[in-house]
């Protein structure tokens, strides 16, 4: 049987990169995925991909930064497919504009927290109900190598980062009892176009990468075990995926 067999996941950014990765992952392991991004063509074209190989694929174009926009995707996913069984928040990242708290453009800071730690928070609180009524659910966050050590260069990156895994530990405690597992990923550099275009090859955090930089199905495989009952009684963890970079 499939790792995600009548499972139904809800997966933001996922018309590239890591989401993308994971929502192909997803749909071979037999899950109905619900792909989120505000890229239409790229989400479109990442379903046809899925569906092409015999998968259950939807895209709903969604602006997580936006509370009608999450609400929707949410209500909408679970109220056509009967069920929520996994969200992972997969949306997000810095630009070039981030830098040192004295230097960023004040409009980088909060861009950075609507997106990356009150997206989180959004298909938290719209996902939570329907998983409750439900029985249960895996809720999937992504953090960063930034919010576990100290880095440079990302400031408003690095504390949205650390408000999600904060934020992640918090909600762990508290729908245990609803037998929701709240867990996070904290990726170091992984090998996406985004990435690729802002991250310097002579970057330190590339060099601490003890065994090379991570690629997107690194990081979409734990994803798949998060979303499994293979974790069934893991919850409040924020698993690194970073080479091995969180050790110095």
């Not at 929520?84 to 708290?101: E, F, Q």
Request: aromatic share 6%; glycine share 12%.
């Amino acid at each position: 049987m499939a790792r995600l067999e009548n499972k139904v996941a809800v997966i933001t950014g996922a018309a590239s990169g890591i989401g993308r990765a994971s929502a192909g992952l997803f749909a071979r392991e037999g899950a109905t995925v619900v792909l989120a991004d505000m890229k239409r063509e790229a989400g479109e074209a990442a379903v046809a991909e899925i569906v092409g190989a015999g998968g259950h694929a939807e895209f709903v174009a969604t602006d997580v930064s936006r509370e009608e926009d999450v609400r929707a995707l949410i209500d909408g996913a679970a109220e056509r497919h009967g069920r929520l069984d996994v969200l992972y928040n997969n949306a997000g990242g810095a630009t070039s504009k981030d830098g040192k708290v004295t230097d960023m453009p004040l409009e980088e800071f909060w861009r950075t927290m609507s997106v990356d730690l009150f997206g989180t928070f959004l298909g938290c609180r719209f996902a939570i109900p329907h998983m409750a009524r439900g029985g249960g659910g895996s809720i999937i966050n992504t953090t960063s190598i930034r919010a576990l050590i100290g880095t440079a260069g990302a400031d408003a990156y690095s504390a949205a980062k650390g408000g999600v895994l904060t934020l992640t530990k918090a909600l762990a405690m508290q729908w245990h009892v609803d037998k929701i597992r709240v867990n996070a990923i904290g990726p170091g550099v992984v090998a996406t176009e985004r990435v690729k275009a802002l991250v310097r090859p002579d970057d330190p955090i590339v060099k601490k990468s003890l065994m090379g930089v991570m690629e997107p199905d690194d990081i979409a495989y734990l994803a798949l075990y998060l979303a499994s009952d293979e974790s069934r009684r893991i919850t409040g963890a924020i698993l690194p995926a970073e080479s091995g970079a969180s050790t110095f």
